[in-house]
């Protein structure tokens, strides 16, 4: 095979040592709060039965599923003419297996299928890869990390507060600071179209709202417009769009704006409880921001709405979630309220890039290189290597001889910090060499100095 | 969707918060141990151009690629003739991709395509499943784990040594201790060839001689005189079946009867070598055991060969790797020698779980459970929860009101040790009511030195 042929699949992505400890960085963190909170973790298979993807995407999603060729003679039930009726028609009889698109739907079955062991409420946590034949862009890719966290079984608002206290927790452990956590619930959006005269088109309004930051206010009510809503129902959304109706805790305008609607009125006393809740918690809710615009393509949330903004980059949402009725009714099993956050850690990841946040000095694997200059060192060289490692200290003895540059350029790409060359002078007097790569200085310690000093440091 | 359809794919498993704390407990020692010796971690797509994996694990290896059908019309390039042609002609048509099969050729490409910005030697670790469409048995799945260390660019068997170091140490780490590495060495193997008057068959010797524990001594014998060994040959090679003839430090049998042989020498020399530095490095050497008959099918292995076996588990090798001198020769960048050693994280969950060796008390993720009795408790009872999570302790507030039967049987399915009771009385004495899970005893606790108490516990 020739090198130009070497290539990886449009839209994947290799992961090498610093983009790794970087992204291990950012994932232990939302792991432990995840398991602080007391969500457990699951895990599905990559691949799920076509019959439970498929459908629940809707169309487009549908094509956007990667689908798995059977094993073996995958024509053996084809004839000629499933062939000549097409990809589509095709499909059932060589494909029965796809790659898991999200992890929403295959917890919702994993939850079906479990019901009878499972302890409601039930919270799970899950941080797998997903993968969608999206045509890549930048922020977008085939296969990329969600992190979701679910709380199923319950609908206390207890879970919501609970929600924004662990977001707040795994952004301030990151030391993301100027974001926002957005947040609407459906109810909400249901009383601006009651207020407005346009009771039951929630959906529609929803569509057109969810676009209001890229295309402006004049466009969404041109688009609702034709979609038929009526010039008065327009110049009551208008201070709704423009914002100049908000939510406080004070006098509440929004409150107002709802209080003739029953669904409007529901939305607010689930977000004041909230409220109440996160202030129990002595949660800052400066970051928390009622949206009565947050619409997330309404999708299948029936209660509150989150969306999670890092000003100052550039880049859509970076987090998100909501509370749901009925995820499980797909798969026969109805009523089973849930809530849940997914946290998007490619974009979160370039997020921190570009605002320059990973900690550079807990990005490293090795703290020690030691050099021996000459193979009847090697057997002194490893009895240090093994007390540095028993003292849990990450340390190598680089494996070949020869010139210093090597070993040196080798520390330097990787980032150690101290370099330890043992020689035989070094060898008779017990005294070690000891090269600080940071700063460039170098010292003289005994080994057991040694060990005491980095095991501190 | 029927109830009855639910279901996953044949030969994958879903993992429930219990296997996961299990495997993640895994894992994590696996994890550590790696970076504590200087390995970095990469992570390579899912999918691989099927150019880059077919061909690589032999005719079988390609029949056991998952492939996944091409996006949009996957029918387009495609004729009726090339239709009737068969499966194995429509392929290169309706699909370009494959999933992983292992992380060593996804690991080969990664290096050839990144041979100028890698500083050599090498050492990466690779954690992440692969998939292969085999007929699913017990300990056998289509969805599995490895973890890969790998050093490249480097022949110096202080690299060997640290292998076999690695390998003590995350066993240490998970308290498996009844366990033996066998090495050989692919020279020895060729010494043997040698040595019994069938120079270059060592193939046919190592495919024959790896069968030894499962079909005995007569059976390896007959199989290498169907494939031609002459009867001299086989009686010379007895000693080695029987384990007569072995390798010990004293006077080496093994190295007396391969003195004749070049080859044969190099494998001792090396191994001699190896041993050397595992002393060095203060290895206890009772689990190593060199195995003359070890070939692992031999596959690529140019020099070392290791395996590791769990005596007394009902299970094969549960970690295994060696040295070879052209890993990336077939994406033409040929002289890299590497050595690696692969850990099968499923297989080792077996043994740990049939050796009963999960440690239970650090499976557990929520420490506390909160119980408040009444609404008007809430508020209190999510300042203590806001307190115990700031001191790092993992918990949680039951969310529904109700019988307290089910918050006790939420924390005793889910092996929360401690719940406190949070009603009226506790908030106006300042006194919890703790309850001991395990022992089954109460307690009372200012909150203070609740916090205390747990956070020392």
């Known amino acids: 095979m020739s090198d130009k042929q070497l290539g990886i699949p449009k839209g994947t992505r290799d992961f090498g040592p610093e983009t790794m400890a970087k992204r291990h960085y950012i994932l232990l963190h939302i792991r432990s709060t995840f398991e602080k909170y007391g969500f457990q973790p699951l895990e599905t298979p990559s691949m799920e039965q076509l019959s439970v993807l498929t459908g629940k995407y809707g169309e487009e999603g549908d094509q956007l599923l990667f689908k798995i060729l059977n094993s073996g003679d995958y024509l053996k039930k084809t004839t000629v003419e499933d062939f000549q009726a097409g990809a589509h028609n095709l499909l059932t009889k060589v494909s029965e297996k796809g790659l898991r698109y999200d992890l929403t739907v295959p917890f919702a079955r994993y939850v079906v299928m479990h019901r009878n062991e499972i302890t409601f409420p039930f919270k799970r946590y899950q941080m797998q890869p997903v993968w969608r034949a999206d045509r890549p ?3 977008r890719y085939r296969e990329f990390f969600q992190c979701d966290a679910d709380v199923v079984g319950t609908g206390s608002l207890l879970c919501e507060a609970e929600i924004v ?4 927790e795994v952004f301030a452990a990151l030391s993301i600071k100027d974001y926002s956590i957005l947040i609407n619930h459906r109810q909400i959006l249901a009383g601006i179209a009651e207020a407005i005269g346009a009771s039951g088109k929630e959906s529609e309004l929803a569509v057109a709202m969810d676009k209001l930051a890229k295309i402006g206010v004049e466009n969404v009510l041109k688009e609702l417009a034709s979609k038929g809503f009526e010039e008065s129902s327009l110049n009551q959304l208008l201070p709704i769009l423009s914002k100049s109706i ?6 509440n305008p929004l409150e107002q704006y709802l209080s003739g609607s029953l ?15 996160l202030e129990d918690l002595k949660l800052s809710s400066s970051q928390v921001v009622i949206d009565a615009t947050l619409a997330r393509g309404l999708s299948y949330y029936t209660g509150t709405i989150f969306e999670v903004v890092v000003n100052n980059a550039d880049m859509g949402s970076v987090c998100g979630g909501g509370r749901y009725d009925d995820l499980t009714g797909i798969f026969g099993l109805p009523d089973v309220s849930g809530v849940g956050i997914s946290f998007g850690v490619d974009r979160i990841y370039d997020v921190m890039e570009q ?12 703290d020690v290189l030691l050099i021996s200059l000459d193979e009847s060192c090697d057997g002194y060289a490893l009895s240090i290597l093994s007390k540095l490692r028993s003292n849990n ?12 540059k090597k070993p040196m350029g080798y520390a330097h790409k990787k980032g150690i910090p101290w370099v330890v060359l043992i020689g035989s002078e070094e060898m008779s007097s017990g005294k070690l060499s000891v090269k600080n790569m940071i700063q460039g200085s170098q010292d003289h310690y005994t080994e057991e100095d040694l060990i005491k000093f980095l095991a501190s440091s």
Chains 1, 2 share one sequence.
């Open 137 to 139: 862009q930048r922020g």
């Open 393 to 404: 200290i990450a340390s190598e003895l680089y494996p070949d001889k020869g010139k210093l």
């Open 263 to 277: 669904a409007g009125n529901k939305g607010i006393q689930d977000l004041k409880r909230m409220f109440q809740y």
């Open 246 to 251: 908000q939510w406080n805790m004070t006098d």
């Open 165 to 168: 206290a662990m977001i707040t």
């Open 355 to 366: 605002l320059d946040l990973f900690p550079v000095d807990q990005l490293r694997f090795t």
